[in-house]
């Protein structure tokens, strides 16, 4: 942690165990406390006694940690996972960039809870109040935890019966969660009013706007061309509107200028 000149550094700390651990995204609470979402592949990765989960399911886990404001307490720290492969884009189709292993997304909401937006290779993921329940392949998947880690609100996949992965996630003040990702599935169960209901082939960008009180899914859309395509990250501006970036191959028709 730096300075806001970026001149002094405040605190620095290693956190992982004798395997290999890598960071896939950051971001702090109105508290200024430090949240970390990643995924480990060690067996004594620091969890806290109250972690949702704390014994390593094996095959890569995912893995939050919570840091106080001044880096010198672990307020919370969980693993998070099946036994497969957790929290690691393993599919050669979704895997298009240097990195794009650890591509994940985290961030609280005006209570506090935590929600993340990765993927998981395993049948035995936990799952709370799902509204998608199948996995055949990699899925992408949405979690909620509480403020210290220590419960898992909601956690359910989102995909369908190919390869998919979520890279970013966003909250509104209302009671909406955004999620946006890469797709190989024909068959996702998009929206009456989506912008490409259906799929448009090879990889796809897809994005899906759900409940967060009720726990549904409101709206979902394909988004590219026939190419490849991903959305890597969205944002959300005062009015709700929602924005992503990403990248395709194929060729995408500008709007018109307003």
Not at 26 to 52: M, R
Not at 230 to 254: H, M, R
Request: glycine share 10%; net charge negative; charged share 20%.
């Amino acid at each position: 942690k730096y300075d806001s000149a970026g001149t002094t550094l405040l605190w620095a700390t290693y956190v992982g165990g004798f395997q290999n651990e890598y960071p896939h995204s950051l971001v702090v609470n109105q508290d200024d406390d430090l949240y970390i979402l990643g995924t480990s592949f060690s067996e004594d990765y620091p969890t806290t006694l109250t972690g949702y989960d704390t014994t390593y399911a094996g095959d890569g886990d995912i893995i939050v940690t919570k840091i106080s404001e001044d880096g010198t307490m672990l307020l919370g720290s969980t693993y998070i996972g099946g036994s497969d492969a957790d929290g690691l884009n393993s599919n050669s189709a979704l895997r298009h960039n240097y990195a794009d292993d650890f591509r994940g997304d985290i961030i609280p909401d005006e209570t506090q809870d935590v929600f993340i937006a990765t993927c998981t290779n395993s049948t035995d993921f936990p799952l709370v109040d799902a509204i998608d329940t199948t996995i055949k392949f990699q899925e992408g998947c949405l979690l909620q935890l509480n403020s210290d880690l220590s419960q898992l609100k909601w956690s359910t996949f989102l995909g369908g019966g190919a390869q998919d992965a979520l890279y970013s996630v966003k909250v509104d003040l209302d009671s909406m969660v955004y999620v946006g990702g890469g797709t190989s599935s024909s068959d996702l169960e998009t929206s009456p009013n989506a912008v490409y209901k259906d799929y448009l082939g090879k990889v796809d960008g897809y994005i899906a706007a759900l409940d967060r009180k009720n726990h549904t899914l409101k709206n979902l859309s394909y988004w590219g061309t026939g190419q490849y395509d991903q959305i890597y990250f969205i944002d959300l501006n005062n009015e709700g509107e929602v924005f992503v970036t990403g990248q395709t191959n194929g060729n995408i028709a500008p709007s018109s200028s307003t």
